[in-house]
């Protein structure tokens, strides 16, 4: 490493000057730093190429929002380069965290994933510089073209005019290095003004499809297998609930469509970006011309309004909202009965996984919408659900699913409950005439205690629905809520940040499941995915809070 350290060193003294150029409140130019007069051609195995602006103000803004353990870290982007390739700080003020950096995400064969980061260095004699790189060259320093390479640790260092690079191996350096500071700074940057983002071509989505399709069922064959030593070690005995084969055949069908979609996509961006309080990546996949279907199914996705969610009580810690076209509504509830049996297997009987049908095709069949659920914890405890029906027999057929859910085969697996049957009555709910509440009998005679139970009416062409200790009190505050979602700044701006885009949005905010901080500084997640322009969207938004505290549970100091 001594040998590297040397010429990185003697870019430092080479680059003395530069900022003379230009006065310390100028901004960086927007061209490339330096465009090397050979270009090399893309490595095979390039997965997707990453562009970066302004790393120093992309990791000021994270140290800013998180804080903690975070605030402790380098505080610039070359400084965090130099602790994590053990580099002399000296060299810090010489990347010039200002510019444009660039970066490649690469698999091998056997699915190996490396990667490599060209950070921009000041530095106006390249000829002086690559000098001193052949003085201080010796043994475990690699001269690959104009690019001097070494390990350094955990990561690879290499360095060429102009450029400082980083790679997870100094293979992976010397390997797609070149093209990083080479090839990619006479490329168009995206037009996206993401402040890191990443292309990947349809051929590399093809590969990773088939990658990821054959580890699908590495995984499903060892899971398979513990599955049978643990039925073994039981004594053949089955799960109480869930066998995991019928479990993982329910996923594979789910997983073979996904991928394949994934496999014919033409190209997929990934958009990074780090907010004042919260970061946020959006991913965009451009469906392929072989399957006219793909681009259909974006089409025609059905969009959700994300003030639902805003509107959810105050104390909802975690929610989520959907919306499918009529005719997906109607297969989901023919597949319901083949679902079920899946996950109780032959401990379900055939009528009760009837009935349970037939209820869940009535509620579809007066469904003309949305449908929002979210659960409560703190200071309360419940779940709600809200589904945009029609005029007509939502009530009832809300009430025939409950019925269902009180048959033998469910009621079996919760010990606390006796044999039913379960019966819907009237309630009084304020603002709700018509309200229905049904509970589930104790399991012992004379027992003053029974399970959760559930109410229910129809409002406002809406289907609002509370189950919990208290259920009647759940749809109370679902139908007029004291506070808001939305009354919490942070939640408001993640939820109307997603615009008219998502067709599903999972809202949570974790912390509060811990009632000691249920009046804790918000933390919110969403994670939420639709349609944007003919492209399929999705986003992954984390509240700065909730980074800070993934942070501190694993510290990694330098």
């Given at each position: 490493m001594r040998p590297l350290v040397a010429f990185v060193s003697g870019v430092v003294a080479m680059g003395t000057g530069v900022d003379g150029c230009r006065s310390s409140g100028e901004p960086a130019d927007a061209s490339p730093h330096h465009v090397a007069s050979l270009a090399v051609l893309e490595p095979e195995g390039v997965f997707a190429k990453v562009w970066i602006r302004a790393p120093d103000a992309i990791w000021a803004r994270l140290q800013r929002g998180t804080g903690g353990i975070m605030a402790l870290l380098p505080p610039s982007a070359g400084d965090l380069a130099c602790a994590l390739a053990g580099i002399p700080p000296a060299v810090a003020p010489r990347i010039r965290g200002d510019a444009l950096a660039y970066g490649l995400v690469a698999f091998d064969a056997d699915g190996t994933a490396g990667w490599v980061v060209a950070l921009p260095v000041a530095d106006e004699d390249p000829a002086s510089v690559i000098a001193s790189a052949r003085d201080a060259s010796g043994p475990g320093v690699r001269i690959v073209g104009d690019m001097y390479v070494a390990s350094a640790g955990q990561v690879g260092v290499g360095a060429a005019p102009g450029w400082l690079l980083l790679g997870g191996t100094a293979d992976d350096v010397a390997r797609f290095g070149p093209f990083a500071y080479r090839s990619m700074p006479a490329e168009s940057p995206p037009a996206s003004a993401a402040s890191v983002v990443a292309l990947a071509t349809g051929s590399a989505l093809t590969s990773l499809a088939e990658r990821a399709?054959?580890?699908?069922?590495?995984?499903?064959?060892?899971?398979?297998?513990?599955?049978?030593?643990?039925?073994?070690?039981?004594?053949?005995?089955?799960?109480?609930?869930?066998?995991?084969?019928?479990?993982?055949?329910?996923?594979?069908?789910?997983?073979?469509?996904?991928?394949?979609?994934?496999?014919?996509?033409?190209?997929?961006?990934?958009?990074?970006?780090?907010?004042?309080?919260?970061?946020?990546?959006?991913?965009?996949?451009?469906?392929?011309?072989?399957?006219?279907?793909?681009?259909?199914?974006?089409?025609?996705?059905?969009?959700?309004?994300?003030s639902q969610l805003g509107a959810a009580p105050g104390d909802t810690v975690a929610a989520l909202l959907d919306r499918d076209d009529p005719a997906a509504i109607a297969d989901g509830a023919q597949r319901s009965e083949a679902i079920v049996q899946h996950i109780f297997g032959d401990r379900l009987s055939r009528a009760d996984a009837h009935a349970l049908k037939q209820a869940t095709l009535a509620i579809a069949a007066v469904r003309t919408g949305s449908i929002a659920a979210g659960v409560s914890y703190a200071p309360s405890c419940g779940a709600w659900l809200r589904v945009a029906v029609g005029p007509q027999g939502a009530s009832r057929a809300f009430g025939e699913f409950v019925t269902a859910l009180g048959r033998p085969?469910?009621?079996?697996?919760?010990?606390?409950?006796?044999?039913?049957?379960?019966?819907?009555?009237?309630?009084?709910?304020?603002?709700?005439?018509?309200?229905?509440?049904?509970?589930?009998?104790?399991?012992?005679?004379?027992?003053?205690?029974?399970?959760?139970?559930?109410?229910?009416?129809?409002?406002?062409?809406?289907?609002?629905?509370?189950?919990?200790?208290?259920?009647?009190?759940?749809?109370?505050?679902?139908?007029?809520?004291?506070?808001?979602?939305?009354?919490?700044?942070?939640?408001?701006r993640m939820l109307s940040a997603l615009g008219e885009r998502a067709t599903f949005v999972l809202f949570a905010r974790p912390l509060r499941l811990d009632p000691r901080r249920a009046n804790s500084p918000s933390a919110p997640v969403v994670l939420a995915w639709g349609r944007d322009g003919g492209d399929m969207w999705g986003r992954v938004d984390v509240s700065d809070v909730l980074v800070s505290e993934i942070a501190r549970l694993r510290p990694r100091p330098f």
């Amino acid at each position: 490493m001594r040998p590297l350290v040397a010429f990185v060193s003697g870019v430092v003294a080479m680059g003395t000057g530069v900022d003379g150029c230009r006065s310390s409140g100028e901004p960086a130019d927007a061209s490339p730093h330096h465009v090397a007069s050979l270009a090399v051609l893309e490595p095979e195995g390039v997965f997707a190429k990453v562009w970066i602006r302004a790393p120093d103000a992309i990791w000021a803004r994270l140290q800013r929002g998180t804080g903690g353990i975070m605030a402790l870290l380098p505080p610039s982007a070359g400084d965090l380069a130099c602790a994590l390739a053990g580099i002399p700080p000296a060299v810090a003020p010489r990347i010039r965290g200002d510019a444009l950096a660039y970066g490649l995400v690469a698999f091998d064969a056997d699915g190996t994933a490396g990667w490599v980061v060209a950070l921009p260095v000041a530095d106006e004699d390249p000829a002086s510089v690559i000098a001193s790189a052949r003085d201080a060259s010796g043994p475990g320093v690699r001269i690959v073209g104009d690019m001097y390479v070494a390990s350094a640790g955990q990561v690879g260092v290499g360095a060429a005019p102009g450029w400082l690079l980083l790679g997870g191996t100094a293979d992976d350096v010397a390997r797609f290095g070149p093209f990083a500071y080479r090839s990619m700074p006479a490329e168009s940057p995206p037009a996206s003004a993401a402040s890191v983002v990443a292309l990947a071509t349809g051929s590399a989505l093809t590969s990773l499809a088939e990658r990821a399709s054959g580890q699908w069922v590495q995984l499903r064959r060892w899971l398979e297998a513990r599955g049978r030593e643990a039925r073994e070690r039981h004594g053949g005995r089955r799960p109480d609930f869930g066998d995991p084969e019928t479990i993982l055949a329910a996923l594979d069908a789910r997983e073979g469509p996904a991928l394949a979609f994934v496999g014919r996509a033409a190209r997929a961006r990934l958009d990074l970006e780090v907010g004042d309080d919260d970061v946020r990546a959006d991913w965009f996949l451009t469906p392929g011309q072989l399957d006219p279907s793909d681009s259909r199914f974006v089409e025609t996705m059905q969009l959700v309004d994300t003030s639902q969610l805003g509107a959810a009580p105050g104390d909802t810690v975690a929610a989520l909202l959907d919306r499918d076209d009529p005719a997906a509504i109607a297969d989901g509830a023919q597949r319901s009965e083949a679902i079920v049996q899946h996950i109780f297997g032959d401990r379900l009987s055939r009528a009760d996984a009837h009935a349970l049908k037939q209820a869940t095709l009535a509620i579809a069949a007066v469904r003309t919408g949305s449908i929002a659920a979210g659960v409560s914890y703190a200071p309360s405890c419940g779940a709600w659900l809200r589904v945009a029906v029609g005029p007509q027999g939502a009530s009832r057929a809300f009430g025939e699913f409950v019925t269902a859910l009180g048959r033998p085969s469910f009621l079996a697996f919760f010990p606390e409950s006796g044999p039913g049957p379960v019966r819907p009555r009237a309630v009084t709910v304020e603002g709700l005439p018509g309200a229905r509440f049904a509970n589930y009998p104790p399991a012992a005679q004379g027992s003053a205690r029974t399970m959760d139970g559930v109410a229910w009416a129809v409002s406002g062409g809406e289907l609002l629905a509370g189950a919990g200790p208290d259920g009647a009190a759940v749809l109370a505050t679902l139908a007029a809520p004291g506070a808001r979602v939305a009354d919490d700044a942070r939640s408001a701006r993640m939820l109307s940040a997603l615009g008219e885009r998502a067709t599903f949005v999972l809202f949570a905010r974790p912390l509060r499941l811990d009632p000691r901080r249920a009046n804790s500084p918000s933390a919110p997640v969403v994670l939420a995915w639709g349609r944007d322009g003919g492209d399929m969207w999705g986003r992954v938004d984390v509240s700065d809070v909730l980074v800070s505290e993934i942070a501190r549970l694993r510290p990694r100091p330098f």
